[in-house]
Protein backbone atom coordinates (compact mmCIF):
# COMPACT_ATOMS: atom_id res chain seq x y z
CA UNK A 1 0.00 0.00 0.00
CA UNK A 2 1.47 3.37 -0.94
CA UNK A 3 0.57 6.35 0.72
CA UNK A 4 -1.83 7.78 -1.72
CA UNK A 5 -3.67 4.63 -0.56
CA UNK A 6 -3.45 5.25 2.95
CA UNK A 7 -6.40 7.11 4.64
CA UNK A 8 -6.11 10.09 6.53
CA UNK A 9 -8.96 12.36 8.46
CA UNK A 10 -7.04 15.64 9.98
CA UNK A 11 -8.46 17.13 13.02
CA UNK A 12 -7.38 20.91 12.55
CA UNK A 13 -8.62 23.82 15.23
CA UNK A 14 -8.11 26.43 18.51
CA UNK A 15 -6.87 25.07 21.82
CA UNK A 16 -9.83 23.79 23.94
CA UNK A 17 -11.98 22.54 20.51
CA UNK A 18 -11.80 19.34 21.17
CA UNK A 19 -9.27 18.06 18.80
CA UNK A 20 -7.37 15.77 21.16
CA UNK A 21 -10.11 14.02 22.77
CA UNK A 22 -12.23 13.65 19.33
CA UNK A 23 -8.90 11.96 17.46
CA UNK A 24 -8.28 9.79 19.87
CA UNK A 25 -11.58 8.12 20.11
CA UNK A 26 -11.74 7.87 16.47
CA UNK A 27 -8.33 6.34 16.68
CA UNK A 28 -9.87 3.71 19.26
CA UNK A 29 -13.24 3.48 17.11
CA UNK A 30 -11.19 2.90 13.79
CA UNK A 31 -8.07 0.93 14.70
CA UNK A 32 -5.97 3.50 13.27
CA UNK A 33 -2.54 5.14 13.85
CA UNK A 34 -2.52 8.59 15.61
CA UNK A 35 -0.66 12.02 15.24
CA UNK A 36 -0.40 14.19 18.24
CA UNK A 37 1.41 16.96 15.91
CA UNK A 38 1.65 19.27 19.71
CA UNK A 39 3.05 16.41 21.24
CA UNK A 40 5.62 15.63 18.75
CA UNK A 41 6.81 19.22 19.24
CA UNK A 42 6.61 18.80 23.48
CA UNK A 43 8.40 15.91 22.44
CA UNK A 44 11.48 17.85 20.74
CA UNK A 45 11.42 20.61 22.82
CA UNK A 46 12.07 17.88 25.89
CA UNK A 47 15.05 16.17 24.12
CA UNK A 48 16.42 19.77 22.86
CA UNK A 49 16.68 20.53 26.71
CA UNK A 50 17.84 17.43 27.95
CA UNK A 51 20.19 17.64 25.57
CA UNK A 52 21.39 21.38 25.63
CA UNK A 53 20.43 21.60 22.23
CA UNK A 54 19.34 25.75 21.38
CA UNK A 55 18.46 27.10 18.00
CA UNK A 56 21.37 28.18 17.80
CA UNK A 57 23.44 25.19 17.33
CA UNK A 58 19.87 23.04 16.02
CA UNK A 59 21.27 22.93 12.05
CA UNK A 60 24.95 21.66 13.22
CA UNK A 61 23.11 19.13 15.58
CA UNK A 62 20.21 18.00 12.69
CA UNK A 63 21.69 14.82 11.51
CA UNK A 64 22.57 13.23 15.24
CA UNK A 65 18.36 14.51 15.91
CA UNK A 66 17.33 13.01 13.13
CA UNK A 67 19.08 9.74 14.26
CA UNK A 68 17.53 9.74 17.87
CA UNK A 69 14.12 11.52 17.08
CA UNK A 70 11.73 8.84 16.91
CA UNK A 71 8.69 9.25 18.66
CA UNK A 72 4.85 7.28 18.43
CA UNK A 73 1.67 7.39 20.42
CA UNK A 74 -0.45 5.05 21.63
CA UNK A 75 -4.01 6.88 21.95
CA UNK A 76 -4.51 4.69 25.64
CA UNK A 77 -8.13 4.76 26.85
CA UNK A 78 -10.82 7.97 26.65
CA UNK A 79 -10.23 10.32 29.05
CA UNK A 80 -6.75 10.22 29.69
CA UNK A 81 -3.96 11.93 27.45
CA UNK A 82 -2.41 10.29 23.96
CA UNK A 83 0.60 8.24 25.20
CA UNK A 84 3.77 9.67 23.73
CA UNK A 85 6.67 7.05 23.59
CA UNK A 86 10.10 8.01 22.90
CA UNK A 87 13.15 6.12 23.60
CA UNK A 88 11.18 3.11 24.74
CA UNK A 89 9.79 5.32 27.69
CA UNK A 90 6.19 6.56 28.40
CA UNK A 91 7.62 10.67 28.69
CA UNK A 92 3.89 11.36 28.52
CA UNK A 93 3.97 13.38 31.75
CA UNK A 94 7.29 15.42 31.06
CA UNK A 95 6.57 16.81 28.08
CA UNK A 96 2.90 17.77 29.47
CA UNK A 97 4.97 20.28 32.12
CA UNK A 98 4.50 24.34 31.96
CA UNK A 99 7.95 24.80 31.17
CA UNK A 100 7.96 22.41 28.47
CA UNK A 101 4.89 24.46 26.98
CA UNK A 102 6.44 27.36 26.84
CA UNK A 103 10.19 26.22 25.09
CA UNK A 104 7.52 24.55 22.72
CA UNK A 105 5.73 27.95 21.94
CA UNK A 106 8.89 29.57 21.64
CA UNK A 107 10.16 26.68 18.70
CA UNK A 108 7.59 25.99 16.92
CA UNK A 109 7.11 29.47 14.75
CA UNK A 110 10.92 28.82 13.80
CA UNK A 111 10.69 27.65 10.07
CA UNK A 112 13.99 25.43 10.91
CA UNK A 113 12.09 23.32 14.01
CA UNK A 114 8.76 23.30 11.18
CA UNK A 115 10.96 22.00 8.45
CA UNK A 116 12.55 19.08 10.89
CA UNK A 117 9.22 18.18 12.32
CA UNK A 118 7.02 18.17 9.10
CA UNK A 119 8.51 14.94 7.51
CA UNK A 120 8.63 13.39 11.18
CA UNK A 121 4.72 14.36 10.56
CA UNK A 122 4.50 12.42 7.64
CA UNK A 123 5.76 9.49 8.95
CA UNK A 124 3.02 8.56 10.73
CA UNK A 125 1.06 8.04 7.37
CA UNK A 126 1.02 3.99 7.92
CA UNK A 127 -2.04 1.22 7.16
CA UNK A 128 -4.50 0.94 7.94
CA UNK A 129 -4.82 4.79 8.31
CA UNK A 130 -4.40 7.86 10.64
CA UNK A 131 -6.03 10.10 12.42
CA UNK A 132 -3.61 13.70 12.24
CA UNK A 133 -4.67 16.06 15.15
CA UNK A 134 -3.18 19.56 15.34
CA UNK A 135 -3.49 22.77 13.83
CA UNK A 136 -2.40 22.67 9.73
CA UNK A 137 -2.55 19.33 9.44
CA UNK A 138 -5.08 19.91 6.53
CA UNK A 139 -3.68 23.05 5.16
CA UNK A 140 0.29 22.25 5.18
CA UNK A 141 1.12 18.66 6.75
CA UNK A 142 -1.77 16.37 4.95
CA UNK A 143 -3.17 18.76 2.33
CA UNK A 144 -3.66 16.03 0.27
CA UNK A 145 -6.29 14.05 2.97
CA UNK A 146 -9.68 13.28 1.67
CA UNK A 147 -11.29 13.87 4.96
CA UNK A 148 -10.58 17.33 6.45
CA UNK A 149 -12.26 18.47 9.69
CA UNK A 150 -12.22 22.03 11.28
CA UNK A 151 -13.09 21.91 15.02
CA UNK A 152 -14.23 24.97 16.89
CA UNK A 153 -15.84 26.19 19.41
CA UNK A 154 -16.38 29.53 21.60
CA UNK A 155 -13.96 30.86 23.61
CA UNK A 156 -15.71 31.23 26.58
CA UNK A 157 -17.17 27.11 26.17
CA UNK A 158 -13.07 26.64 25.41
CA UNK A 159 -11.79 28.76 28.94
CA UNK A 160 -14.56 26.28 30.64
CA UNK A 161 -13.22 22.73 29.30
CA UNK A 162 -9.48 24.17 29.94
CA UNK A 163 -10.74 25.40 33.66
CA UNK A 164 -12.27 21.54 34.57
CA UNK A 165 -9.38 19.89 33.26
CA UNK A 166 -6.81 22.04 35.55
CA UNK A 167 -9.67 21.14 38.27
CA UNK A 168 -9.58 17.52 37.95
CA UNK A 169 -5.28 18.34 38.35
CA UNK A 170 -5.99 20.04 41.54
CA UNK A 171 -5.51 23.53 40.09
CA UNK A 172 -7.39 26.49 40.60
CA UNK A 173 -7.27 29.26 37.82
CA UNK A 174 -9.04 32.03 37.15
CA UNK A 175 -11.76 31.98 34.48
CA UNK A 176 -10.46 36.10 33.04
CA UNK A 177 -7.32 34.78 33.13
CA UNK A 178 -7.73 31.66 31.12
CA UNK A 179 -9.98 33.63 28.68
CA UNK A 180 -7.34 36.02 27.67
CA UNK A 181 -4.88 33.12 27.15
CA UNK A 182 -6.96 31.78 24.88
CA UNK A 183 -7.63 34.78 22.70
CA UNK A 184 -4.05 35.85 22.43
CA UNK A 185 -3.34 31.72 21.51
CA UNK A 186 -5.72 32.15 19.29
CA UNK A 187 -4.33 36.00 17.86
CA UNK A 188 -0.86 33.85 17.53
CA UNK A 189 -1.93 31.19 16.01
CA UNK A 190 -4.32 33.08 13.19
CA UNK A 191 -1.57 35.78 12.43
CA UNK A 192 1.53 33.74 12.12
CA UNK A 193 3.19 34.20 8.97
CA UNK A 194 4.20 30.36 8.73
CA UNK A 195 1.10 27.68 8.82
CA UNK A 196 -1.65 30.07 10.36
CA UNK A 197 -4.34 28.40 12.06
CA UNK A 198 -7.13 28.59 9.46
CA UNK A 199 -9.66 25.95 8.16
CA UNK A 200 -8.46 24.35 4.71
CA UNK A 201 -11.19 25.20 1.86
CA UNK A 202 -11.58 21.57 1.29
CA UNK A 203 -12.35 21.26 5.44
CA UNK A 204 -15.47 20.45 7.36
CA UNK A 205 -16.20 23.08 9.72
CA UNK A 206 -17.93 21.59 13.05
CA UNK A 207 -18.47 24.10 16.15
CA UNK A 208 -18.64 21.70 18.93
CA UNK A 209 -19.84 24.43 21.76
CA UNK A 210 -23.19 22.92 22.44
CA UNK A 211 -22.19 19.42 21.54
CA UNK A 212 -20.41 16.43 24.06
CA UNK A 213 -17.78 14.43 22.15
CA UNK A 214 -19.75 11.37 21.42
CA UNK A 215 -21.83 13.81 19.29
CA UNK A 216 -18.98 15.36 17.42
CA UNK A 217 -18.09 11.97 16.78
CA UNK A 218 -21.21 11.09 15.50
CA UNK A 219 -21.42 13.94 13.22
CA UNK A 220 -17.86 13.74 11.68
CA UNK A 221 -18.72 9.95 10.44
CA UNK A 222 -21.80 11.19 8.49
CA UNK A 223 -18.71 12.81 5.98
CA UNK A 224 -16.60 9.92 6.39
Not at 10 to 36: F, V, Y
Not at 52 to 75: A, C, G, T, W
Request: glycine fraction near 6%; aromatic fraction near 6%.
Amino acid sequence: MNDLDIPVITIDGPSGAGKGTIAQMLALELSWNILDSGALYRTLAYFMKENKISLNNFKEKQKEIEKRFHVSFDPGVPGEPVKVIFEDKDITSLVRTEEIAKLTSNLATEPIIRGFIKPCQRDFMQAPGLIADGRDMGTVIFSDAKHKIFLTASAEERAKRRQTQLKRQGLEVNMRSLLQELEERDKKDTEREHSPLIPAKDSVIIDTSNLNPEGVVKEIKTYL
